[in-house]
């Protein structure tokens, strides 16, 4: 009997299965989203420039200070600033912020290594990305919640700045994207399963 004959026979139950729109296109949008977070929270913490505070520039990596009549004044020594324990704080807020987008980078290309490579691994590859995110949401949350510590006494509304409401929205986008992956991976069958006549 020729190799042609031989598929013929085969079940129907033995053909690769298609993944539905719908959950192709949430998979995708999950990954979309990621990487926008990505991009938000790298150029919050490559900016640094988190808080205003009347002519006080804080930041992750300088300390300014702002007059009418002269350009911004950026001192990488944080102790200038006169604020107790702000350089050792700041250092471990900007440190915790770095490896949280390193987590979510690993964790982006899990996600799409897993979309690419339809195996029997797929699914774990997708799970172990998606908590990848979920570590970074808490480092990227820490990392903010040091940082609004250490300046309880000049955090304002109005005082903070577009960078770090980008490093907030990359964080809940870090944590929306987390739980959406584990969620849709819980709900849909596994494809080694399906697979099987």
């Not at 950026?74 to 987590?103: E, I, K, T, Y």
């Not at 990227?140 to 700045?161: D, M």
């Amino acid at each position: 009997m020729t190799a042609i004959g031989v598929q013929a026979q085969r079940p129907s139950g033995q053909r690769k299965p298609h993944r539905s729109f719908f959950e192709s296109f949430i998979r995708t949008l999950i990954i979309v989203c990621t990487a926008l977070a990505v991009v938000l929270s790298s150029i919050s913490i490559c900016d640094g420039h988190w808080l205003l505070d009347e002519d006080r520039l804080f930041g992750l990596w300088h300390f300014c200070t702002i007059t009418n009549q002269s350009r911004p004044h950026c001192l990488r020594d944080l102790s200038q600033a006169h604020v107790p324990g702000l350089a050792v704080g700041v250092g471990l807020s900007r440190s915790v912020g770095a490896m949280a987008v390193v987590a979510a980078i690993f964790g982006l290309e899990l996600l799409m290594v897993s979309q690419v490579c339809d195996n029997i691994y797929s699914r774990r590859k997708w799970a172990i990305g998606s908590c990848l995110l979920l570590v970074s949401f808490i480092l990227s949350s820490a990392g903010l919640l040091s940082f609004v510590i250490l300046l309880r006494n000049q955090v304002t509304l109005i005082g903070i700045t577009l960078m770090f409401w980008c490093e907030f929205t990359a964080s809940f986008l870090f944590f929306l994207n987390a739980i959406s992956g584990l969620h849709i991976n819980s709900i849909t069958q596994p494809w080694n399963q399906l697979r099987k006549p």
